[in-house]
Nanobody, 115 residues
């Protein structure tokens, strides 16, 4: 079972940038699609970006034009470049396959954007 480990979160001012990384314990190549999800306390986890094996990408409307997802199958890693961050982007960010695998969720990485 592949496990994902997220890193790169932190505290940043509105308008700033962060780059999240997600390392998989196994090969990411076998996953057709990988995604970044986020969860705010009291709300359901939402998919904000995903990338196909073909490298085609899809974004939630709330992050479109600001976030960029990429994958490096050679390094078994998925990235999320987040620019022009807003306070409403504050959340715990996770990566997983799309659709997600229940036993593959990691601890996530906290992103906090101050106004």
């Amino acid at each position: 079972q592949v496990q994902f480990v997220e890193s790169g979160g932190g505290l940043v001012q509105a308008g700033g940038s962060l780059r999240l990384s997600c390392a998989a314990s196994g090969s990411t190549f076998r996953f057709n699609a990988l995604g970044w999800y986020r969860r705010v306390p009291g709300k359901q986890r939402e998919l904000v970006a995903h990338i196909e094996r073909s490298t085609a990408t899809t974004y939630a409307d709330s992050v479109k034009g600001r976030f960029t997802i990429s994958r490096d199958n050679g390094k078994n890693t998925v990235y999320l470049q987040m620019n022009s961050l807003k306070p409403e982007d504050t959340a715990v960010y996770y990566c997983n396959s799309v659709p997600s695998r229940e036993n593959s969720w990691g601890q996530g990485t906290q992103v906090t954007v101050s106004s």
